[in-house]
């Protein structure tokens, strides 16, 4: 099943791809000087630099993967009906305390906390899915519990 994945991200895994497969011909000749330094059996050098090859090429098939099976959504395409979905940029008041905060739902390879993005497959993604304008939800379980009022939804 294709994951949701923003312009953005998608444009971000791609730049990250490109810079792996650049960076394969360094890693071959990596390879190839550690392998000069003597017995591979006790050469550090040429272990290391196998271990990253293997590393980088495992990401490069990761990326692949993801980027043939994204559905990359334009949000700034959508109209704005009130309706949270993916991609929204959604402020949130929280019920008890009255702190807002600000978020855009994004796929899982781009979310960030920090930077005020979250997965639409985190509990609070999915929780703000489909609510509307003013509508109050809860997210967490026992004490963790917090209760939102969704106070603004953008699709920038």
Do not use: C, W
């Not at 895994?13 to 011909?25: D, F, H, I, V």
């Not at 272990?47 to 700034?76: F, N």
């Not at 009906?81 to 305390?97: A, H, P, R």
């Not at 993005?117 to 509307?132: D, E, F, Q, V």
């Amino acid at each position: 099943m294709p994951k949701p994945m923003t312009v953005e991200g998608q444009l971000k895994l791609r730049t990250e791809l490109e810079e792996l497969r650049n960076g394969r011909a360094a890693a071959s000749k990596a390879i190839g000087e550690a392998r000069k330094l003597g017995d591979l059996r006790e050469n550090a050098d040429y272990h290391a630099a196998k271990e990253r090859q293997g590393m980088m090429e495992a990401r490069i098939r990761y990326l692949e993967s993801r980027l043939s099976d994204a559905r990359v959504i334009d949000v700034t395409k959508i109209s704005n009906n009130g309706t949270v979905i993916f991609g929204s940029t959604v402020t949130l008041e929280d019920v008890d305390t009255g702190a807002s905060v600000k978020y855009r739902i994004v796929g899982e390879d781009e979310a960030d906390v920090k930077l005020g993005t979250i997965s639409n497959a985190s509990p609070l993604g999915r929780a703000m899915i489909g609510k509307r304008l003013d509508d109050i939800f809860l997210v967490g379980e026992g004490p963790a519990e917090k209760e939102y009022q969704i106070r603004n939804i953008e699709h920038i």
